[in-house]
């Protein structure tokens, strides 16, 4: 039998992820107007949060994979980052 899943989401929800969302943004377009060959690790570690809080909505936030998405998240900001810096 097939149930159908119903989120409802809230307002604060939806502040958190504007929030994460415009953290990124920020925090990526200051690595791109700087320029630089490295990267702050505070901004570096902003970056991989917001990609590790992506990744964990899109599996629906399912308990148990919080490390696997955090070492996701650098793998895939550093890939990032070092094509910017090329």
Known sequence: ?????????TKRE??????????AD???MAVLESGAKTIDP??????VAAEAYFSAER????G???VEDWVAAEI????RLK???A
């Open 14 to 23: 939806t502040t958190r992820k504007a929030m994460v969302s415009e953290l």
């Open 76 to 79: 895939v900001v550093d890939s």
């Open 42 to 47: 505070e901004v570096r570690r902003q970056l």
């Open 26 to 28: 920020g925090a990526a």
């Open 59 to 62: 599996r629906g936030f399912a």
């Open 83 to 85: 094509q910017q810096v």
């Open 1 to 9: 039998m097939v149930t159908k899943r119903v989120v409802k989401v």
């Open 64 to 66: 148990g994979k919080e």
